[in-house]
């Protein structure tokens, strides 16, 4: 951390300054300049000490030199994590990892017709939600423990490992129990609780960034569960809160490439919420390959029409299969593959 | 909800539409215009349906027509929400909340020292913090519920209610026994199964507005605890983000004055969080008042730069002192009183 | 400015980087860390260095420490700026200026008329807009150098000084001939050679904020006013670009004290534009004053549902003069006088 | 537009609104519901309209339902607009635009050798400022005219049409007399004297978006130039101001797909502005193709750490380079080609 004086600052001030950082077990080392002097302070960078520092008399400002999160970073780790997520699928490695499924689960047959289209189209991960977070308390709030067992019936009739919401620790059991991987949604990426339970476990966790979350504050809550002993987590890009309204979020491809550099997590995409437009969801799929996502989450639903959430941004099984192809095309101009899926001819 | 089709739409594309709402449960009403045709639905807007209809065929954009919560709404209550939050104090009515307290409960002679400064400088709410939401895993994470017995104390002592966050299902019944009022922070303000089981309670319950939480979907959230039968809900604005860095977030004292023309729930105001900064306290929760506010809430502690957290944005008891006595001066120029404080003489 | 280098960084590297800093005219001044070595650079803290920095190999980050501007700032000039804007008003003193008047000046009649009214409540300045910028080429664009002839009657008639706005250099002589006040709108507070232009003269130039101006390239941009040799800034907080819609515009009120606090510069608050509702002026208007807004603009109509442009957020000349007496009773709390309105009576 | 009402509207209230919308010239189209009456009103859609039916008694909404522009739509031109810029180049066809080039220009001989660099990379505009927007008065601001002239030898050198930033009217004449293509930079998407001024021209006009405009106010703007009469515009999707700070800006890679689907104008990516960092600009690059970007603009510079401006974004001669073989098999995999650069050898 660096602490920056005011001009006016004393030797005497200076010296109180300095008396407080090593009363908070750090080291102080003083550059005096010509106008104003500089305090660096040894040791890690809490958020908390900044806020502290930033209260002492004469201090201008204070800038912290070191990232405040360590097992998530690029330099703890510089090779690639790879999630093995079951049923020989992983996150992470060459092979693209394409989530695929309906928003909600309805039922048995609805799940399962669905497992099979994306199967058929290439996905390899089947998501589906039983535990639905709704804005508004009057809209269908999903099926609860009912949808997972459809969910993971539909899994295991078509060979794909299942990824579904955790909405609370009440149900971290049902969840953990019945999925593959555990999704913690955008509303909850800081419901720090949630994270530390989630932690104890060894299952993949899929964790969601908020509408507001800084890149920063979205590695520290995967840092939550890597403190806890779990290193299985995937990073999902869904869209950020900004003023654009012509979309209903505006998804962050920028932050595909930037945490892969800072970090070795797998980042997989969601441009159907990142977007909430179906129409945008196959270019901006395409884009998140092409920037380095390894992997997507995709809304799809046999009848988007009637769709008991979210319909506006599912594909239907045969857009889904466009999709896919487009992708293919992408996946390998970038050394990535989809296997089972025929890419179109290449134009060049 | 109002269906506007595209001019290509013809009477059979119209008439499958139709087919759809009434399959919906709702009734359709077509106005056929000299370019396009417009579809009004007779029923409550439900977003979900909004979704569903805009994936239709034709459709060119839906428009909701009704706000989609009830029992937060003036129109359904007209006259003013006044919430009794016990030892005699209530929020919404003429009479000024002011919530003062350390952003984290340290010990007890901590609690029960601000207690004391802060009831001195007319504050008539305790507020503290003993499960703290925190960014990073490795700070300071709050007392816990030695942390309520402490703040529990400071509130006997000084006759004050105590007000305190819930940031989990799980600790639920440990803060329901020792607070007044139940605070549900903003990064919980979409926690649906947090608001539903405070819902169940008759506690009075303070609910901040997320981070990038829209005004109608604070409101929704507020919704949630009243539709399970709690109607002591009392919202607080502290702060949304936007792209401005020169504070820590950007509050926002136009949602006081709307929020109170939409609901008849009582909005206090918190400039610690909705700032960031200390020095920014005092002027911006005079314009709270001024804006319509019942109350506000204030970081205080008594060596803000040996808090555990959230220093930078603390007063100390002489700053606190000095901002409340601003404050009586507006509070009387709008009408409404902060008992025990005298206010500067008007220059007018 | 400080650089913060990657640990690492060799003493070869840092020995360019060094070099590299020389050459730019600057000393610099080296720390060694434990785990990383941080560079002082002493010299003035360009934007265009920060970035050249950051490209240096090894290099983490770069910290400007020094404000970039210096004429605006509050260190060059402690006391408060107050400008004379003619017929004996200032702006920044005791006594509030309010801006009052039409968005587009429609006719002779219409502007008397406007300016009577809003005199008779308190107005003490004339607005109206000839040159008007319009989101889209279709809508009504003002009357031109016409309307500024209606308005310089209007002031004299009323006797009040007049501010209207200008849009481009190509207007310049006509709105410099015609008005008391050039306002420079929210879209243009970064036309560079427009403010290089009306540094050049002596006339009060009010500078809005843009939609997404930091704080930091606001006092920047009236620093290329003053640069110029025109010391007659004000500053204008007319609302920011933000994720909420319940509102056109979101006035961040936190501005005004914080560009009070960094600079001597008077700052007005013009919440017809800030929330673009006109149920929020008046509780907005007070919020901004008793935050210490010097003054107020305020669009006001005689018949807001025929106005040719902004209806929506602009006042009757009723509801005008009923915001000026709750305006009254705030600025006599805050020790400001609006001469010849008379305040309610206080509560207290 | 739709015009809302309130449930307490009369039948005479009613009445009153019909002749207000009358008056406008438009005809009035009454839905009665059970709970509110609905009002559609025939003829265009102005903002200035909705702005005045708001203010009208008993109105509780106002929805427009046609787009406010006309000429720039996918509806008023099918086919995407193809821009011929000179040299036997264009934009918006198979063959993507590559504008590459330094910040600012410096001088005759770096130009020209960036010009040569370039080109040998696969780029075929060239592209360089003389005129620069800078936020602080203290920084360089361009060589002008002279900047102009060593810009258009070196397009003349390397045979590629030339772009460089209009800042005023001012200038016009200067950068028509050397320009092939007119910049509108970010900050004056709203300059609407300039777009008036460039839309009298027939010069291919590149339209970058604001750092806070909305799609539909940047089509607008490009509505301007052509209702001038020059249908020859390129939209510039440049990265807009959001909460995140991670990025200088936030490049909207969605805005390519959207704006591509209501627009027939080609759009092209500024990923050097829209990200602010080098690291970054490969990647979004390789993302804005595949999403439907028709081309890039790059900032490129023989030395970044010695550039006048904006090095922490330009790539050097070698890692353009290496940007422009990645995105050439981005290309081929959306059928688009990028003559003269060599694809990686897919891996698929």
Chains 1, 2, 3, 4 share one sequence.
């Not at 932050?255 to 909430?276: C, F, M, R, Y």
């Amino acid at each position: 951390m660096i602490i920056v004086l005011s001009p006016e600052a004393t030797p005497d001030d200076i010296h109180r300054i300095v008396a407080r950082i090593e009363e908070s077990g750090r080291q102080a080392h003083i550059s005096t300049g010509t106008e104003r002097s500089i305090i660096g302070v040894i040791g890690p960078d809490l958020p908390a000490l900044q806020d502290m520092f930033e209260t002492l008399p004469h201090v201008e400002s204070v800038h912290r030199v070191t990232k405040p999160y360590k097992l998530v970073s690029r330099e703890f780790r510089p090779q690639d994590s790879v999630i093995d997520v079951g049923r020989g699928v992983t996150v992470g490695g060459t092979e693209l990892a394409v989530m695929a499924g309906p928003c909600s689960i309805e039922n048995e047959d609805h799940i399962v017709e669905t497992a099979r289209a994306v199967k058929a189209a290439g996905a390899n991960i089947l998501r589906g939600g039983a535990f639905k977070p709704r804005t508004s308390p009057y809209n269908f709030r999903g099926l609860g423990e009912e949808g997972l067992r459809h969910l993971e019936v539909a899994g295991q009739v078509t060979n794909m490992p299942i990824v579904t919401e955790l909405m609370s620790v009440r149900d971290i059991d049902a969840v953990a129990r019945h999925a593959d991987i555990i999704q913690i949604g955008a509303r909850n990426m800081q419901n720090f609780i949630l994270l530390d339970e989630v932690g104890k476990l060894r299952k993949p966790v899929l964790l969601k960034r908020g509408l507001s979350g800084f890149i920063e504050e979205w590695l520290l809550a995967a840092e939550y569960i890597l403190a806890q002993g779990n290193p299985n987590v995937i990073l999902c890009e869904r869209g950020i809160r900004t003023f654009e309204n012509a979309y209903r979020n505006t998804m962050d491809v920028n932050a595909i490439p930037l945490v892969k550099q800072l970090s070795h997590l797998p980042v997989v995409a969601d441009p159907s919420h990142g977007t909430g437009k179906w129409k945008l969801v196959k270019p901006v799929s395409m884009a998140s390959i092409a920037a380095g996502a390894d992997g997507l989450m995709i809304e799809v639903h046999p009848n988007p029409d009637h769709a008991l959430s979210d319909g506006a941004q599912s594909l239907t099984f045969e857009s889904f299969t466009s999709m896919m192809r487009a992708v293919a095309g992408i996946a390998s101009a970038v050394e990535r593959t989809l296997s089972g899926v025929e890419a179109p001819a290449a134009a060049g």
